[in-house]
Every structure is written in structure tokens, then in C-alpha cells.
């Protein structure tokens, strides 16, 4: 039973553009999210994150939306540049809990 | 100090070796973990510790053996591993927000 969604596998957004990724959620118990980038051979990197009391949180070019009552959280990168081209994977965690669940991961491409 | 370091980058070994994986932190996170990640798959939690106790072993076989010797490091030692073990190995930490630092991994290939 996968807890976090990612349902695009992949993703090609013109450089310059607005990229946005999405991620669905089943279990409500979850509070608190994150976003990780990852190259590959590389260990992921954290990017951004949003507890479940806030909407949006905006860190330079990377925002986190995230809507309770749909389960959904996309986040947005503007204007999207050639190195944000990696895989991006959406992760939940209830909060007095260690364990991260991960999406699958969207695969993002910028175009030049 | 704000990064988690994992030895070696690269490790080889044939299914009757004996091997050890070090990761090393020194951020004072009380949560270390350990994931296995294969090409285009999420990271798959594989233990959790906290405040140098196993609180998390997801179902992982016994010929994978995490020990944490103090706050700062974490190793996992691998007996008569199969081909199929070969994966991406990562370490990381997690801090009072929630916010995990992974290590680079260390590249297992078992022949």
C-alpha cells in the first residue's frame, strides 16, 4: 500500500518556465512533508519542507503547497534552470514518528 | 560540521565475504538511519536508531547487522550477501525539524 503517491513518473518543463511536481498522500496521521532532490549516484539531497499547519512555504525559487482536506502537495520551482534537472521525490512523516516514507519519484527534465 | 560522510564511495564483494559500511555524523542528530536504494526506486528504509538504540528494523535479513558504537557513527556489516543486495547504501540523520541529511552512499556491488 503505497502511502505516498508521486504519479508522473517523469516530467519536461521548458527552462525558464514554471516546474510543478505533485504528490498525494492516504494516511492522515502524516503532519509533516518534504521534498528531496537527487542526482544520480548521489545520495538525495533535502530541499524543502511544510508542517501540516501551514499552506505554502516559500524558500527562493522552491515553493511547497499543501492542501489537508485533498491529501495533495505540488511543489513549485520558478523559473526552472538546466541543474534543477533530477529526480524529485515527495516524503511524509507523522511527526512523533522516525520513519520518512517516500514517493516513487518524478523525474524532471529541463529543456534548454 | 553539517554533512554526513559515508565509507567507502565504492565497495565490491563476493557472497562469502565479510564486509563493514561506516557512516559519520557530527551534528548531534539523535536519529541515524540506514536505506538501500536501487536505480530509479525510492530509498527503502532498512533501520533506524535513536539515541544509539535500534527503534527500527523493517523486516531487513539477518545477514545485514547494524551497530551503533556511539552517537556519532553508524555501521552496517554484511555477511554472505546475495547478487541482488546490490544497491545504492545511505546513511542519514534526522534533526528536531524532521529534516533528514543523507550521506552520498556508499555503491555496493555483490558478485
Known amino acids: 500500500d503505497q502511502q505516498v503517491k508521486q504519479n508522473s513518473p517523469s516530467l519536461s518543463v521548458q527552462e525558464g518556465r514554471i516546474s510543478i511536481l505533485n504528490c498525494d498522500y492516504t494516511?492522515?496521521?502524516?503532519?509533516?512533508f518534504l521534498w528531496y532532490k537527487k542526482y544520480p549516484a548521489e545520495g538525495p539531497t533535502f530541499l524543502i519542507s511544510i508542517s501540516s499547519i501551514k499552506d505554502k512555504n516559500e524558500d527562493g525559487r522552491f515553493t511547497v503547497f499543501l492542501n489537508k482536506s485533498a491529501k495533495h502537495l505540488s511543489l513549485h520551482i520558478v523559473p526552472s534552470q538546466p541543474g534543477d534537472s533530477a529526480v524529485y521525490f515527495c516524503?511524509?512523516?507523522?511527526?512523533?514518528?522516525?520513519?520518512?516514507?517516500f514517493g516513487k519519484g518524478t523525474r524532471l527534465h529541463i529543456l534548454p | 560540521d553539517t554533512e554526513v560522510t559515508q565509507t567507502p564511495k565504492h565497495l565490491v564483494m563476493g557472497m562469502t565475504n565479510k564486509k563493514s559500511l561506516k557512516c559519520e555524523q557530527h551534528?548531534?542528530?539523535?536519529?541515524m538511519y540506514w536505506y538501500k536504494q536501487k536505480a530509479k526506486k525510492p530509498p527503502e528504509l532498512m533501520f533506524v536508531y535513536s539515541y544509539e538504540k535500534l527503534s527500527i528494523n523493517e523486516s531487513v535479513p539477518s545477514r545485514f547487522s547494524p551497530e551503533c558504537p556511539n552517537s556519532s557513527l553508524l555501521n552496517l556489516h554484511l555477511h554472505a550477501l546475495q547478487p541482488e543486495d546490490s544497491a545504492l547504501y545511505l546513511c542519514?540523520?534526522?534533526?528536531?525539524?524532521?529534516?533528514?541529511?543523507f550521506g552520498p552512499g556508499t555503491r555496493l556491488t555483490v558478485l
Open positions: 494516511n492522515s496521521m502524516f503532519d509533516y
Open positions: 551534528m548531534g542528530h539523535r536519529a
Open positions: 542519514a540523520t534526522k534533526d528536531q525539524n524532521n529534516e533528514q541529511f
Open positions: 516524503a511524509a512523516t507523522p511527526n512523533r514518528d522516525d520513519k520518512i516514507i
